[in-house]
């Protein structure tokens, strides 16, 4: 079963609920007990009756959202993607606008959730960083649809908005650890931290244009490589 938490603003909740973990800095959260029945078979192409639920609601959403971008995309054609109607649709949403909101959500709260695992917390602020570069690659790769899709929105309306003021948080925390490691003198005295951070994450958001799973290169090789190139040249040298 499936509990969505929203904001008081977004008025709408799903009508079936079960407990959930705290302690996530999110304004929206999604949590599966594990005992969702799995999808029946259905015709290739369509997520569509009588055995689809919220979570392939969801990654057809966003699969149809970054081909023809939000704007761009009616209930019309997320019905025709699925092969339901679209009063099916409605029944796990009240419209496009909360299946965005879910979508780019899901981005946010894996993120979010870096921010508060031990080792971004604890330690010295250089390595506090590498590991907050390291586990963002990670989320990219396993969150790769919904990313891009947050990545690309505009600030358009009400959910695209609130999603962009939760990226300026993560980009101020990343630029908080980035002026610690300086602070420390771990971070070379002739780089601006606020821009260094800049480049660290455009650099890590950059990959949604060109990575895509392969067995030629792993997520954990892409996160060594990045954090490699990022690194070596941000560490101030050794004094001799």
């Given at each position: 079963?499936i509990?969505?938490?929203?904001?008081?603003?977004v008025?709408?909740?799903?009508?079936t609920?079960?407990?959930g973990a705290?302690g996530?800095?999110?304004a929206?959260?999604?949590?599966?007990?594990g005992?969702?029945a799995?999808?029946?078979?259905?015709?290739?192409?369509?997520?569509?009756?009588?055995?689809?639920?919220l979570?392939?609601?969801?990654?057809?959403?966003?699969?149809?959202?970054?081909?023809?971008?939000?704007d761009?995309?009616?209930?019309?054609?997320?019905?025709?993607?699925?092969?339901i109607s679209?009063?099916s649709?409605?029944?796990?949403?009240p419209g496009?606008a909360?299946?965005?909101?879910?979508?780019?959500?899901r981005?946010?709260?894996?993120?979010f959730?870096v921010?508060e695992?031990?080792?971004?917390?604890?330690g010295?602020?250089?390595?506090?960083l590498?590991?907050?570069?390291r586990?963002?690659?990670?989320?990219?790769?396993?969150?790769?649809?919904y990313v891009t899709?947050l990545?690309?929105?505009?600030g358009?309306?009400?959910?695209?908005?609130?999603a962009l003021?939760?990226?300026?948080?993560?980009?101020?925390f990343?630029?908080?650890l980035?002026?610690?490691a300086?602070?420390?003198?771990?971070v070379?005295?002739?780089v601006?931290?606020?821009?260094?951070s800049?480049?660290?994450?455009?650099?890590?958001?950059s990959l949604?244009?060109?990575?895509?799973?392969?067995?030629?290169?792993?997520?954990?090789?892409?996160a060594?490589?990045?954090?490699?190139?990022?690194?070596?040249?941000?560490?101030?040298?050794?004094?001799?």
């Open positions: 079963m509990l969505l938490v929203t904001d008081p603003s008025g709408w909740q799903a009508r609920s079960v407990g705290p996530r800095p999110i929206a959260r999604a949590w599966n007990d005992r969702m799995a999808p029946k078979a259905r015709p290739a192409g369509q997520v569509g009756r009588p055995g689809y639920d979570d392939s609601l969801l990654a057809v959403a966003v699969a149809v959202f970054n081909q023809r971008g939000y761009g995309t009616s209930m019309e054609h997320l019905a025709s993607k699925l092969g679209k009063s649709i409605y029944h796990h949403v496009k909360e299946l965005l909101r879910l979508s780019v959500d981005a946010l709260d894996a993120l959730a921010t695992e031990p080792e971004t917390t604890t010295p602020a250089i390595d506090r590498e590991h907050m570069v586990r963002s690659v990670a989320v990219l790769v396993e969150q790769l649809p899709l990545l690309r929105i505009r358009n309306t009400t959910v695209e908005r609130r003021a939760r990226r300026r948080e993560l980009d101020h990343v630029g908080q980035v002026q610690q300086a602070n420390e003198g771990s070379r005295p002739d601006d931290p606020a821009l260094t800049r480049l660290i994450f455009g650099t890590v958001n949604i244009e060109w990575y895509r799973p392969s067995r030629d290169l792993t997520p954990v090789e892409l060594d490589t990045v954090v490699k190139v990022t690194f070596d040249g941000l560490r101030s040298m050794p004094k001799t």
